[in-house]
């Protein structure tokens, strides 16, 4: 499936005069082959989810959650999380919205959880990835839901409302898609694509700073350096990724292709997902954003939860695989 790219580095670098069997090279070919493989991935998939982003309101799910197990509105809202917005920050008005329409905390919170914490891009990235691969992606999914289920189930036990802030009013959907089947699957197929292109607009450059230190790691980070700090010998080394990950900000494609150039130096599973998620979920602009809706003393709970899920997460990924 994703050959056609590896060939396309593969003629590039050679085109170039380069020798894959150098640092340069494998640097250079890691670049070439992921920033291609990456822009047609993320707005193939965009556009897919786009189309099921044009039909949901906070309304919707309120009233589809009516009466149905609390169980299944955590499920139902790490699905959401799944195919909605793109990093944590962008997921905060549709957070909001979800408050705003009555929907129970514990839900929500699951929601604000796997959003940026599971991202259908970076999964399918790791699929495809050299040193990821299915099993990498699988454990990078099953462990996103786990916290984000178990999150909104404290949630709700410890009736985290009393610590929301207010209710802002609801936001609506951004494609009204009137009139015949027709028009409206144009009006869709216009919407998806112009959501499609302006998202790939606003992060390619996140996505080619995150290649090119991905790149340098790839080509030039010395495996012992690397063993020494975040490798198996390291008891620490758990810990250190999530202190390294929570005070960045980046969203999945550009942190993805610098976890895959770690895994190929050898640092381990679970060490490794940890900073993708502490990187991912936690930072500081998101953070500023839910203190319009929480108060400090939930955005506290939420970072302190977060942190110990993914270093539990870590250390356990790292004793079984």
């Known amino acids: 499936?994703?050959?056609?790219?590896?060939?396309?580095?593969?003629?590039?670098?050679?085109?170039?005069?380069?020798?894959?069997?150098?640092?340069?090279?494998?640097?250079?070919?890691?670049?070439?082959?992921?920033?291609?493989?990456?822009?047609?991935?993320?707005?193939?998939?965009?556009?897919?989810?786009?189309?099921?982003?044009?039909?949901?309101?906070?309304?919707?799910?309120?009233?589809?959650?009516?009466?149905?197990?609390?169980?299944?509105?955590?499920?139902?809202?790490?699905?959401?999380?799944?195919v909605t917005p793109f990093c944590s920050c962008s997921s905060i008005p549709l957070f909001i919205g979800f408050i705003a329409a009555g929907i129970p905390v514990g839900i929500t919170m699951a929601f604000l959880i796997s959003s940026p914490l599971i991202s259908e891009i970076?999964?399918?990235?790791?699929?495809?990835?050299?040193?990821?691969?299915?099993?990498?992606?699988?454990?990078?999914?099953?462990?996103?839901?786990?916290?984000?289920?178990?999150?909104?189930?404290?949630?709700?036990?410890?009736?985290?409302e009393k610590w929301l802030v207010y209710k802002p009013a609801v936001t609506g959907v951004a494609c009204s898609c009137r009139g015949n089947i027709k028009q409206r699957v144009k009006e869709l197929v216009i919407y998806a694509h112009h959501f499609a292109w302006d998202t790939l607009k606003g992060i390619w450059l996140y996505v080619v700073a995150g290649l090119l230190v991905g790149a340098a790691i790839h080509g030039y980070?010395?495996?012992?350096?690397?063993?020494?700090?975040?490798?198996?010998?390291?008891?620490?080394?758990?810990?250190?990724?999530?202190?390294i990950g929570a005070p960045l900000y980046?969203?999945?494609?550009?942190?993805?292709?610098?976890?895959?150039?770690?895994?190929?130096?050898?640092?381990?599973?679970?060490?490794?997902?940890?900073?993708?998620?502490?990187?991912?979920?936690?930072?500081?602009?998101?953070?500023?954003?839910l203190r319009k809706v929480l108060s400090w003393k939930m955005i506290g709970a939420f970072l302190a939860y977060l942190i110990i899920a993914f270093i539990a997460v870590g250390y356990l990924l790292n004793a079984i695989l």
């Open 1 to 82: 499936m994703f050959q056609v790219f590896t060939s396309l580095a593969d003629w590039a670098t050679l085109r170039m005069g380069l020798d894959i069997n150098t640092h340069l090279g494998q640097a250079v070919h890691f670049f070439i082959e992921d920033i291609t493989k990456i822009f047609v991935l993320i707005y193939v998939l965009i556009f897919v989810i786009s189309l099921f982003r044009a039909q949901l309101s906070a309304e919707k799910v309120r009233d589809y959650l009516s009466g149905k197990n609390r169980w299944y509105g955590y499920f139902l809202a790490v699905f959401l999380g799944v």
């Open 250 to 289: 980046a969203n999945h494609v550009g942190v993805v292709p610098v976890i895959q150039a770690l895994l190929l130096k050898g640092v381990p599973v679970g060490t490794a997902l940890v900073i993708l998620m502490s990187i991912t979920a936690v930072s500081l602009p998101e953070m500023m954003m």
């Open 221 to 243: 980070v010395p495996v012992e350096w690397l063993a020494r700090y975040l490798g198996p010998q390291n008891p620490w080394a758990v810990p250190l990724a999530s202190v």
């Open 122 to 160: 970076a999964t399918i990235m790791l699929l495809g990835m050299k040193g990821a691969g299915p099993l990498v992606a699988l454990v990078y999914v099953l462990a996103g839901m786990v916290i984000a289920v178990a999150g909104g189930w404290l949630g709700d036990f410890f009736r985290l």
